[in-house]
């Protein structure tokens, strides 16, 4: 019987990480790359207008590379708005002091918003971000984060790309900038959770909701499939907005697509393991909608696949246990230890960190732990009601139990969010 089960188990292992090999060798050969361009050969009078949106709080570290990055976009037709989320540090005087630096040509390229003060129910970034529409006046809105930096084609890149693929939504996958050890054994696990999990050609092929995924680093939307979906007002409360955005624009019948941006824009999402111990324990279990019986499936689900292999292996060198054992265990980690290198290969562009980052491939079993550990955490706090503090603010249970709209509000914000759009577009 216990023969049974053992084997039952290392075939299920090896069917499981098949199937993962399997989808990131097909992503390998469909991750649509975002490409340089120039915008059509019309005149500039025809491009379309491009809104690029930012939401600001408490960024000194990274807003003024942000800003720069975005202000030198080669697109000609765009203009880039911030807006300072009540930040308690120097974010809102240092994006001053760049539009107080810009040259007469450009004076009208940047402007600087005063966030209002937080209503009842709303996500702070989901707050920002509907402020900022409610200003911006482009044909296309293009929100992304204040640590990202942007390389001068990207506005043009993406706009061309959009175009080119036909669809009202474009998200893509930054360069992760990496730095403490904490950062480079959990960050990498999102490139690896999307390129296993996810065949990412399907996102733009398939009109399923359920194939969608959203990166709030980069969300370029056509101005009209954002106001068709009500836009920030209609996910106010949730935390992973961007990927409940991206199902939205998918529900509605539009399209959309995710793609490799790693040549245009990267991010530097946390500076410390205390960092990414607080992100990720905000974001883990609402990734899982805050559904505990499917979290603790998945958690055992990585166990058995990524942590158990290399535990058996050392149990029974220990113990001396049957050689199968040490075969099937050994197999099952080096597999997982393989895509994790190739997905590093793919996706790590600052050469100087590929040695540490191949390095840490063998310790693959330790990352996962860490992240099973963050999900327990963000499981805890959520049902404990206590929250994760994230730059100033209180993310908890309240938070999540007020994240829906009813469909009147939703048509009813639509309604007067046109209306202003019109009322800015004459002046």
Known sequence: MIQFVVTGYWMFLFTFLLAHSLIVALNFLS?????????????????????ILVPA??????????????????????????????SSDRTGSIVQGIIDELAPTQAGRLRLLPGAALPEGWIGKNYACHQLSQHAIGDYFFFTDADTVHA???????????????????????????????????????NFTI??????????????????????????????????????A????????????????????????????????RCRMYRSFSEVWSGFSKNL?????????????????NLALFVVPPLAVLAALLFHLSTSVVAFGASAYLLAVLMRVLLTLRFTRRKQMLPLLLALCLL????????CLILLNS??????GTGVSWKGRQYNRQNASKSRNTGSEIVAMRQVNQAKHEDIRKI
Do not use: W
């Not at 991750?31 to 207008?49: D, I």
């Not at 693929?165 to 893509?172: H, N």
């Not at 693959?364 to 992240?371: N, Q």
């Not at 499981?379 to 404990?384: L, P």
């Open 195 to 232: 390129m296993t999990l996810l065949p990412v050609a399907l996102v733009r092929l398939r009109p399923e909701a359920s194939l969608a995924t959203g990166n709030g680093q980069l969300l370029c939307f056509q101005r009209s499939a954002y106001e068709k979906i009500g836009g920030h």
């Open 379 to 384: 499981i805890r706090c959520h049902h404990q």
């Open 57 to 86: 709080r408490n960024e000194e570290q990274c807003i003024e590379a942000c800003i720069r990055s975005l202000v030198a976009q080669t697109y000609q037709r765009v203009e880039v708005i911030v807006l300072d989320d009540d």
């Open 364 to 371: 693959h079993p330790l990352s996962i732990g860490l992240e």
């Open 234 to 265: 209609a996910v106010k409360g949730n935390i992973l907005e961007d990927v409940l955005l991206a199902r939205a624009v998918k529900k509605a019948g539009d399209h959309m697509a995710f793609v490799d941006a790693m040549n245009f824009v």
């Open 285 to 301: 279990f609402a990734f899982y909608n805050y559904a505990l019986p499917f979290a603790l499936f998945a958690l055992l689900l």
């Open 152 to 190: 001068p084609g990207t506005a043009s890149a993406v706009i061309a790309c959009m175009q080119q693929l036909e669809v009202k939504l474009l998200t893509a996958q930054p360069e992760f900038e990496l730095g403490s050890l904490g950062e480079c054994l959990v960050v990498p696990l999102l």
């Open 31 to 51: 991750f649509f790359q975002l490409r340089e361009t120039s915008v059509a050969p019309e005149p500039e009078a025809a491009l379309p207008l491009l809104s």
